[in-house]
Protein backbone atom coordinates (compact mmCIF):
# COMPACT_ATOMS: atom_id res chain seq x y z
CA UNK A 1 0.00 0.00 0.00
CA UNK A 2 1.17 3.26 -1.05
CA UNK A 3 -0.14 7.10 0.47
CA UNK A 4 0.31 9.97 -2.01
CA UNK A 5 -0.12 13.55 -0.63
CA UNK A 6 -0.31 16.31 -2.84
CA UNK A 7 0.65 19.96 -2.05
CA UNK A 8 1.58 23.47 -3.76
CA UNK A 9 -1.23 24.49 -5.49
CA UNK A 10 -2.97 27.62 -5.48
CA UNK A 11 -3.99 30.63 -7.32
CA UNK A 12 -1.37 32.46 -9.82
CA UNK A 13 -1.41 35.06 -12.67
CA UNK A 14 -1.49 33.69 -16.24
CA UNK A 15 2.51 33.61 -17.26
CA UNK A 16 3.25 33.18 -13.66
CA UNK A 17 4.76 29.69 -12.03
CA UNK A 18 3.87 27.20 -9.21
CA UNK A 19 5.30 23.85 -7.57
CA UNK A 20 3.52 20.99 -6.85
CA UNK A 21 4.68 18.19 -4.66
CA UNK A 22 3.80 14.56 -4.10
CA UNK A 23 5.61 12.72 -1.11
CA UNK A 24 5.10 9.14 -1.10
CA UNK A 25 4.55 7.10 1.99
CA UNK A 26 4.18 3.16 3.03
CA UNK A 27 5.33 0.65 0.99
CA UNK A 28 7.24 1.07 -1.49
CA UNK A 29 8.10 -0.72 -4.87
CA UNK A 30 11.56 -0.20 -6.66
CA UNK A 31 9.87 -0.68 -10.00
CA UNK A 32 7.06 2.22 -8.96
CA UNK A 33 6.99 5.34 -11.55
CA UNK A 34 5.17 8.63 -10.85
CA UNK A 35 2.84 10.71 -13.05
CA UNK A 36 0.74 13.55 -12.58
CA UNK A 37 -2.55 13.75 -14.07
CA UNK A 38 -4.87 17.21 -14.28
CA UNK A 39 -8.73 17.01 -14.08
CA UNK A 40 -10.72 20.38 -15.15
CA UNK A 41 -14.46 20.42 -14.00
CA UNK A 42 -16.76 18.57 -16.58
CA UNK A 43 -13.76 16.91 -18.52
CA UNK A 44 -12.00 13.89 -17.85
CA UNK A 45 -8.70 13.51 -16.15
CA UNK A 46 -5.83 13.81 -18.43
CA UNK A 47 -2.21 12.64 -18.57
CA UNK A 48 0.11 15.61 -17.71
CA UNK A 49 4.18 14.35 -17.18
CA UNK A 50 5.58 10.78 -15.67
CA UNK A 51 8.91 9.67 -14.48
CA UNK A 52 10.62 6.60 -13.68
CA UNK A 53 10.68 6.44 -9.64
CA UNK A 54 14.41 5.20 -10.36
CA UNK A 55 15.63 6.01 -13.73
CA UNK A 56 15.76 9.48 -15.15
CA UNK A 57 13.35 8.69 -18.15
CA UNK A 58 10.51 11.58 -18.12
CA UNK A 59 7.59 11.74 -20.57
CA UNK A 60 5.15 14.70 -20.80
CA UNK A 61 1.70 16.03 -22.48
CA UNK A 62 2.03 17.67 -25.56
CA UNK A 63 0.26 20.83 -24.14
CA UNK A 64 2.59 21.19 -21.18
CA UNK A 65 6.13 20.39 -23.09
CA UNK A 66 8.37 23.07 -22.66
CA UNK A 67 6.54 24.79 -19.43
CA UNK A 68 6.13 22.11 -17.13
CA UNK A 69 9.10 19.74 -15.72
CA UNK A 70 8.66 16.48 -13.41
CA UNK A 71 11.71 15.79 -11.28
CA UNK A 72 11.84 13.06 -8.11
CA UNK A 73 14.09 13.19 -4.99
CA UNK A 74 13.96 9.55 -3.74
CA UNK A 75 16.01 10.35 -0.50
CA UNK A 76 12.70 12.33 0.09
CA UNK A 77 9.93 10.27 -1.30
CA UNK A 78 8.74 12.73 -3.07
CA UNK A 79 8.39 14.07 -6.80
CA UNK A 80 7.75 17.44 -7.90
CA UNK A 81 6.01 19.25 -10.98
CA UNK A 82 7.53 22.61 -11.85
CA UNK A 83 4.88 24.57 -13.53
CA UNK A 84 6.03 27.83 -15.60
CA UNK A 85 4.27 30.08 -18.11
CA UNK A 86 0.99 28.76 -16.49
CA UNK A 87 -2.21 29.63 -18.68
CA UNK A 88 -5.69 30.06 -17.96
CA UNK A 89 -6.12 26.30 -19.68
CA UNK A 90 -3.96 25.08 -17.26
CA UNK A 91 -6.77 25.46 -14.33
CA UNK A 92 -7.51 22.04 -12.86
CA UNK A 93 -7.33 19.71 -9.83
CA UNK A 94 -3.59 18.11 -10.57
CA UNK A 95 -3.36 14.50 -9.10
CA UNK A 96 0.02 12.18 -8.86
CA UNK A 97 -0.11 8.38 -9.40
CA UNK A 98 1.97 6.04 -8.72
CA UNK A 99 2.46 2.35 -10.88
CA UNK A 100 5.22 0.27 -12.49
CA UNK A 101 5.77 1.71 -15.38
CA UNK A 102 5.89 5.85 -16.42
CA UNK A 103 2.91 5.53 -18.81
CA UNK A 104 0.20 7.62 -19.68
CA UNK A 105 -2.90 6.15 -19.08
CA UNK A 106 -4.90 6.57 -15.69
CA UNK A 107 -5.22 2.95 -15.59
CA UNK A 108 -1.43 2.50 -15.59
CA UNK A 109 -1.22 3.67 -12.01
CA UNK A 110 -2.23 1.19 -9.06
CA UNK A 111 -1.93 4.49 -6.18
CA UNK A 112 -3.26 8.27 -6.04
CA UNK A 113 -3.42 11.34 -4.30
CA UNK A 114 -6.05 13.61 -3.28
CA UNK A 115 -5.32 16.26 -5.86
CA UNK A 116 -4.52 19.75 -5.30
CA UNK A 117 -6.25 22.12 -7.19
CA UNK A 118 -4.96 24.99 -9.35
CA UNK A 119 -6.36 28.30 -10.54
CA UNK A 120 -4.61 30.43 -13.13
CA UNK A 121 -6.46 34.08 -13.67
CA UNK A 122 -6.03 35.72 -16.91
Known amino acids: QVQLVESGGGLVQAGGSLRLSCAAS????????MGWFRQAPGKEREFVAA????????RYADSVKGRFTISRDNAKNTVYLQMNSLKPEDTAAYYC???????????????WGQGTQVTVSS
Open 97 to 111: AAGPAAVTGTFGYDY
Open 51 to 58: ITWRGSTT
Open 26 to 33: GRTFSSYA
